[in-house]
């Protein structure tokens, strides 16, 4: 029996998790030429980074699949600057319309040294911007930006650093590796 590839692909802004888009838009074709993987979860076409694909159903089942709770790690840039309360909010769970979420890991970090967005995010001259560790076992969708404009912060910035055992590391936005 074949062993099963798996690769760790750090996906661009603007990018579509799929490998075809009768739009035009930009895909994972675009960047990875392996026959037989798919993404195994999905990421925003405005979000960045790990993207886990796969010809292996089972992982690509464990990791999409909401109820294994599968540990989900981002680095958010919002607009603002968090309060404890808003912190503590989306610790607890923060009611989204379709239900109230589960509690979310979360604390504010330095601004991460990562590479230039193109095109780089909105600035307003008079607001602040501060950047979150956030960690999610849910994947509802467009969560983490519900999340934040629930508690005041817009997201500007999302970049997935983490799915369960694997990190995104140093891989460039559009490199991928081997798992």
């Known amino acids: 029996m074949a062993r099963a590839r798996t690769i760790l692909f750090n996906k661009p802004f603007r990018v579509l998790c799929q490998f075809s888009d009768e739009a035009g838009r930009s895909t994972l074709a675009d960047f990875v030429r392996m026959p037989g993987v798919y993404a195994a979860g999905r990421l925003d076409y405005d979000s960045e980074g790990l993207l886990v694909l796969t010809d292996d159903g089972a992982l690509q089942a464990r990791i999409a ?17 968090p309060t404890r309360e808003a912190l503590e909010q989306l610790r607890r769970g923060v009611r989204l319309k379709d239900g109230i979420t589960l509690p979310a890991e979360v604390e504010q970090i330095p601004a991460p040294e990562i590479w ?28 983490v ?11 500007l910035r999302l970049v997935r650093v983490r799915i369960g055992e694997y990190a995104l590391g140093d891989l460039r936005p559009g490199d991928w590796r081997a798992a």
């Open 65 to 81: 699949d909401p109820r294994h709770a599968l540990a989900k790690t981002y680095w958010v840039q919002v607009e603002g600057e």
């Open 116 to 143: 230039q967005r193109t095109p780089p995010i909105r600035v307003r001259e008079r607001i602040p911007t501060s950047w979150l560790a956030l960690t999610l076992r849910e994947g509802r969708n467009r969560q």
């Open 145 to 155: 930006r519900r999340m934040t404009a629930a508690v005041g912060l817009p997201t």
